[in-house]
């Protein structure tokens, strides 16, 4: 690694000659790995994460996940989300809302006593079982809404359930993470759990019930006033981020907030401010995908028994999801059930917000903290081409469940 | 402002937090004060930048240009400057090289004497008299592009002789740069300037020379081989910052880098990239406008001589200009020579450089300091409104004169 530092060095000095210099290492690299991926017949977004693991500390050591990278990654995964929230209607994820419940439930509940029972079974302490099982509960819906909607999969009915029970998971993940960390201080304050889960709740439920029809009837008049060039996209950047913020303060992640504008914002913009979201998404997406590559470090690997528990783990965290969002996915047929799983698999922020706080609460060793950080990007990384196999093959075969998915709607 | 602290406080702790609130503070007082501005009937863009001053410590006192900030502007302010060079046509902008060239040289060392003569006869040491006439040499192209490219001036002829100017300015710029730091030093390194501004000229002509039919020949067949998602849109990302990169190793700013990546790949790309183009530099653009604010601080006129001195050095900013690229302008009319004239008053980046270097080598004291930040950004909120007018009234004055200009064309 040593032999790189100057590189780096050089890199991270010079003030100026810094920035487009980093842009262009990770937007060109992104975007070349995504090519070869392409090529390849898998995924580009894989790609795009794997040169984040090639520039990071694993490979290259060119980079690391500085205040700017990690900035324009945020940026990047609520644009994407915002996006994402453009193309569906709030009606259609309200409808397909008791099944997605159902869904985030289960997935939260399998991977959590997978992931306790695996490391009961190697002799650690409990406390540290419960942080293991904690931290592979929390779906991140970033990657999965960028392989459905870069691949034309978002008016799928899976596709529905995957980003509402996402969202459901989200304010799920808030519990699990209020939960831990008042176990870690020794003492549960049952009110507080309760007053941020309702908190988040009803953020999440007002927003997703009230916010297309509040924005159908505010955006045409205020637009129509405005003197400003771009008015709307204005007004829909302004939303992005206010939602993002208002999120936060409810106690849920920025991106549910900016999935909830997009929503909300979706059908009274014209194409244009579709188009235009669409330009300052493409930018900023890489920066999500590059810096998730860079948080892994592969030198945790450096015994066979780690090794090991991390193989086992990664296929804990798979099969969990799977079998978790899966099983209860059932009544819609085999195929969406699949589908809903394999959607529901990668792993993000929450994850390493618990990892971390087992780590400073000195409750997770260093080794299976890095083991839960690698975790949480291969199954960003193993997810985009069973996501893809799942949504695209076949498709014939899922519309005969059709009727069964009709009756089960109302 | 200390009662303020607690909030500056609050925005800059707390971590995650800091990010959508941030974006919408900047984006969001940014186009209120567009909106108020365009209201009476003044261009936005002077509101975007007096957001930056109520923000900053002028007023307010809640944000500062950090690093993340900064960047967003830079990355702004390169966007920006590459859209308006993919509405410009590179053969347009050579036609009319001579013109430009001195416009350029004029506008230089017509605002050099007046500034360096005003501290002489202020009484100030004969160095400290150099840096501020230098300080006041260099046009920043970047306002003025912004005007011209939202008012829909680009296609003027006196907007393709501003652009060509601001491009050989910058060079110039380097230029003075480069003697003023070596008569701080104490000796001038002939050889070293020499070598700097032959090799900034060269990266100059030959990427706008030969860029844009090797960008015709190269992009089409790449693009269309390319499997990634709106590759063409990513190609040009690529480009300008790959040419950012480059220009600011050849001595210039990466800006120009960026505008020469925007002329080269023009005519290559579809106008969907142009458009993609456009939304990221509508999110983007607004944080170079509040950065540019954000700098100044009007607490430097504590007395009233200051303030004398000031008011009197931004006049000297406004006529010097006004007058070194108008005169040598008039051979195309009184009217254009004032567009020209307007569009060159805007100052940026290597004005402040100089003044910097000034103040680290004790050669300009603080006050002086503090006067040149404050007649920097000063010009840039005048400017637009005189461009505004100027381009805007009368047009039909300025097409009597194209009998005249076309004859000076070739």
Chains 1, 2 share one sequence.
């Not at 500390?57 to 990278?69: A, E, I, K, M, Q």
């Not at 913009?269 to 330009?279: A, D, E, K, N, S």
């Not at 799977?322 to 589908?339: D, M």
Request: proline share 4%; charged share 10%.
């Amino acid at each position: 690694m040593t032999a790189h530092l100057p590189f780096a060095l050089w890199l991270s000095s010079g003030g100026g000659l810094k920035l487009p210099l980093v842009m262009l290492l990770v937007f060109g690299s992104a975007k070349l790995l995504a090519e070869f991926f392409e090529m390849l017949g898998q995924p580009g977004i894989v790609g795009e994460i794997i040169a984040g693991v090639v520039l990071g500390p694993s490979v290259l050591g060119w980079l690391t996940p500085d205040t700017f990278l990690t900035s324009l990654a945020d940026l990047g995964v609520m644009f994407l989300l915002f996006r994402v929230g453009l193309e569906v209607k709030s009606s259609e994820l309200i409808r397909v809302g008791g099944a997605a419940l159902l869904v985030a439930v289960c997935g939260v509940i399998v991977p959590f006593v997978l992931g306790w029972a695996i490391l009961q079974a190697w002799g650690a302490p409990s406390l540290e079982c419960i942080f293991l099982g904690a931290s592979m509960t929390a779906t991140s819906v970033g990657i999965t809404a960028q392989v459905l909607s870069s691949k034309g999969f978002l008016q799928q009915k899976a596709s529905r359930i995957i980003l509402a029970a996402a969202v459901i998971d989200d304010v799920l993940g808030l519990l699990v993470l209020a939960v831990v960390s008042s176990l870690a201080k020794g003492r549960i304050k049952t009110l507080d759990i309760v007053l941020t889960t309702v908190l988040a709740s009803a953020f999440v439920i007002i927003v997703a019930h009230w916010g297309t029809r509040t924005m159908r009837h505010l955006v045409p008049r205020v637009a129509e006033r405005l003197r400003v060039s771009e008015a709307e996209f204005a007004l829909a950047i302004c939303l992005l981020f206010a939602l993002g913020l208002l999120a936060m303060y409810a106690g849920v992640a920025a991106i549910v907030g900016a999935f909830l504008a997009g929503m909300a914002i979706g059908e009274s913009v014209g194409p244009r401010v579709h188009t235009l979201m669409h330009g300052a998404t493409e930018l900023l997406v890489p920066f999500f995908l590059v810096c998730l590559g860079l948080r892994i470090n592969l030198s945790v690997f450096s015994t066979p028994s780690t090794l090991l528990l991390g193989a086992i783990v990664l296929t804990a965290a798979l099969i969990s999801k799977l079998i978790g969002c899966g099983l209860v996915s059932l009544p819609f047929g085999r195929r969406e059930a699949l589908k809903i799983g394999v959607g529901m698999i990668p792993r993000g922020e929450v994850g390493m917000v618990v990892a971390q706080l087992g780590l400073t609460m000195e409750i997770l060793s260093q080794q299976v903290y890095g083991i839960v950080v690698f975790m949480t990007i291969a199954t960003t990384i193993v997810s985009p081409p069973l996501i893809k196999l799942a949504f695209q093959e076949r498709v014939s075969t899922a519309s005969s469940c059709e009727p069964l998915q009709a009756c089960l709607e109302d």
